[in-house]
T-cell receptor
């Protein structure tokens, strides 16, 4: 298996622009998680899906953030409009069952200027 | 609420010496505990987990961790450190059942391990 795939790996954009991050989970994994990593706050859960349905989005910082999972093999995290404080590494992870190991993608390093 | 504490920001050890990276946890029930490693500019890689059974868990790359319920700890250990073990290590916990945050993991802030030749 290719593991969790994320794109792009790096994104540099200007404040106010829309940013879309993409994730392809491991095939057969029913749970998908979006995390954000910053120096100040460490790893934070933003949202997670079960069978393509958002279960908990309490970690989404603001209405500027939105996430979708249109099918079992694809999810997006969108920031519109982006701000410099959104600069972070965004990770996607998936697991087959909730109690099982979450496998992480390589992350998207976002820099908002 | 569930949480994890990694009390050391950095651990330095000489190659060949044993290493320990500390982790303590807090959950309302019985925990699932995980260790992940992150190399520079890479994603998190799973090392090992404790679900149930033996308190000593063996994982990848010669690492092991001991679950201690009375001390609510899950310290990561390796008998003989390698320079290539230098990385950022994260401990994570979640309750066995769904919590207010569902099935998400709570991560510690990470401990930077530096193994010197």
């Amino acid at each position: 298996d290719a593991g969790v795939i994320q794109s792009p790996r790096h994104e540099v954009t200007e404040m106010g622009q829309e940013v879309t991050l993409r994730c392809k989970p491991i095939s057969g994994h029913d749970y998908l998680f979006w995390y954000r990593q910053t120096m100040m706050r460490g790893l934070e859960l933003l949202i997670y899906f079960n069978n393509n349905v958002p279960i908990d989005d309490s970690g989404m910082p603001e209405d500027r953030f939105s996430a979708k999972m249109p099918n079992a093999s694809f999810s997006t995290l969108k920031i519109q409009p982006s701000e410099p404080r959104d600069s972070a590494v965004y990770f996607c992870a998936s697991s087959r069952l909730p109690q099982e190991t979450q496998y992480f993608g390589p992350g998207t390093r976002l820099l908002v200027l | 609420a569930q949480s994890v504490a990694q009390p050391e920001d950095q651990v330095n050890v000489a190659e060949g010496n044993p290493l320990t990276v500390k982790c303590t946890y807090s959950v309302s029930g019985n925990p699932y505990l995980f260790w992940y490693v992150q190399y520079p500019n890479r994603g998190l890689q799973f090392l090992l987990k404790y679900i149930t059974g033996d308190n000593l868990v063996k994982g990848s790359y010669g690492f092991e961790a001991e679950f201690n319920k009375s001390q609510t700890s899950f310290h990561l250990k390796k008998p003989s450190a390698l320079v290539s073990d230098s990385a950022l290590y994260f401990c994570a916990v979640r309750d066995r059942g769904p919590t207010n945050s569902g099935y998400a993991l709570n991560f510690g802030k990470g401990t930077s391990l530096l193994v010197t030749p």
